[in-house]
């Protein structure tokens, strides 16, 4: 893996495995970002080891002549929303399918050897049955859940008729460094380590009862890479969580006992679209990819805390 291009790569996820490749010995590091909701400044410290394009994956030709030459595209550019999806339908649609479509069609003009996609446990919607696992028929709740499982469908397509190797990973609610708190959009953690900064209190949709499986980031980034050089996991979809679940009542209790603090939230109203409970089976990642978590949620919780604590006050 000489070459690779990483879709999204300014944004929270992709700048994480940026430098994650990085550190792994990757020569020639490619990144494309139409700075939607990615920053430059997420890639400060490695810029001037990587080339970065500002262009838009809806755009095949630019794709193509990006992607000449390159081993692996990891592709996680797209808007990452089930709320936004719902309130705005057609941008989400068009960036996450269409522009979907175009990576995996650029990436099979350009010779690409694998792709691997930034798939979605929202895919699979509320199941009777928890951990979920591969295997069980996805039932999506939101625009968002069904563009990116239209994402997995459009990848496996690919391989079995063009012969692009194709790996989709489930990512199952990533936090860590990085995650942008400044929207409404924005993922739970980041939102929560904000207004613990801050003592404000947080805004809980629903109950707080739901639960997640939260998973570090960078336990993401490396298990990433696994799947890029994995062999003999062409076409495969793989849960990319940490096998746990902790509701988020729980997690606001685990933050203000770090910070000593006691800051009741204010819970609203349930959010269409949103799963009740999700917790990923992570056997057949752990067997196939060699996936092998390394952060625990409190020492997770404690390294971004400490990294928003000092972003926060920069
Ligand atoms: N964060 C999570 O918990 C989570 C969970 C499941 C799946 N995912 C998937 O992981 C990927 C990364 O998510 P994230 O949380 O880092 O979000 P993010 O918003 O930080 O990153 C998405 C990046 O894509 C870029 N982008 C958007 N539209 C683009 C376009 N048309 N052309 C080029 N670039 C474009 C944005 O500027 C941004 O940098 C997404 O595919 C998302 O669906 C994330």
Redesign the pocket.
């Known amino acids: 893996m000489n070459r690779v291009v990483v879709?999204?790569?300014?944004?929270?996820?992709?700048?994480?495995l940026v430098r994650a490749l990085l550190a792994d010995g990757v020569k020639h590091v490619a990144v494309?970002?139409?700075?939607?909701?990615?920053?430059e400044e997420?890639l400060t410290e490695v810029r001037d080891r990587i080339e970065f394009h500002n262009?838009?994956?809806?755009d095949h030709a630019a794709m193509r002549k990006i992607f000449e030459g390159t081993d692996v595209v990891f592709?996680?550019?797209?808007?990452?929303?089930v709320p936004r999806s719902i309130q705005d339908p057609l941008p989400s649609h068009?960036?996450?399918i269409n522009?979907t479509f175009t990576v995996l069609s650029a990436a099979s003009d350009a010779k690409v050897r694998r792709v691997v996609?930034?798939?979605?446990?929202?895919a699979y919607g509320d199941t009777l049955v928890l951990p979920k696992v591969e295997t069980m028929l996805p039932k999506p709740k939101s625009p968002?859940a069904l563009q990116?499982l239209a994402g997995e469908y459009y990848g496996s397509v690919f391989h079995s008729c063009f012969g692009l190797e194709f790996v989709a990973l489930?990512?199952?609610?990533?936090?860590g460094p990085?995650?942008?708190p400044s929207s409404a959009y924005s993922?739970v953690l980041s939102l929560f380590m904000k207004c613990l900064i801050e003592r404000k209190a947080p805004v809980i949709f629903g109950d707080g009862e739901q639960s997640r499986d939260f998973?570090y980031v960078d336990d993401v980034a490396s298990l990433v890479i696994k799947a890029a050089k994995a062999k003999g996991v062409e076409g495969n979809v793989y849960n990319a969580g940490n096998g746990n679940r902790y509701t988020l009542n729980f997690i606001w209790s685990q933050l203000q006992a770090i910070e000593g603090v006691d800051i009741p939230p204010t819970f609203g109203p349930p959010r269409e679209g949103d799963v009740r409970d999700s917790q990923a089976d992570t056997a057949l990642a752990i067997k196939e990819l060699g996936h092998d978590p390394k952060f625990p949620i409190d020492k997770a919780l404690k390294l971004t805390l400490d990294w928003y604590k000092k972003s926060i006050s920069a």
């Open positions: 879709t999204g790569g300014a944004g929270f996820i992709g700048s994480g494309v970002d139409n700075l939607l909701s990615g920053k997420n262009a838009d994956i809806r592709h996680l550019a797209a808007i990452p929303s068009d960036v996450n522009g996609y930034a798939a979605s446990s929202s968002y990116k489930r990512f199952f609610n990533v936090f990085r995650q942008d993922g998973t």
